[in-house]
């Protein structure tokens, strides 16, 4: 079983820079792609960045490319999501996830954790 446990959530004004770390237990971390997703309040849930098993792929959404970074470190089964320039619309609940089938679809992803606030204000 694996659990996931995000960390780094807050408050930041528009164009402020936030860090989430997401820690897994479980042996095989380094054998599946990790996910960052967001949901806000009466949206559904939407694919933010994902990293392949070893680190060497990522993909993100239109959105937030060229100011989301997402990489991991297997030696210590975190992956990360370096956010800047943040903006109000960024606002959500942010989760990683882990094992998908299809990683820019929630749904097939095995494995969540409970979710950081993250809140931008203008």
């Known amino acids: 079983q694996v659990q996931l446990v995000e960390s780094g959530g807050g408050l930041v004004q528009a164009g402020g820079s936030l860090r989430l770390s997401c820690a897994a237990s479980g042996r095989t971390f380094s054998s599946y792609a990790m996910g960052w997703f967001r949901q806000a309040p009466g949206k559904e849930r939407e694919f933010v960045a994902v990293v392949s098993n070893s680190g060497g792929i990522t993909d993100y959404a239109d959105s937030v490319k060229g100011r989301f970074t997402i990489s991991r470190d297997n030696s210590k089964n975190t992956v990360d999501l370096q956010m800047n320039n943040l903006k109000p619309e960024d606002t959500a609940v942010y989760y990683c996830?882990?094992?998908?089938?299809?990683?820019?679809?929630?749904?097939?992803?095995?494995?969540w954790g409970q979710g950081t606030q993250v809140t931008v204000s203008s």
């Open positions: 996830a882990a094992y998908p089938s299809d990683y820019r679809d929630y749904k097939t992803y095995k494995h």
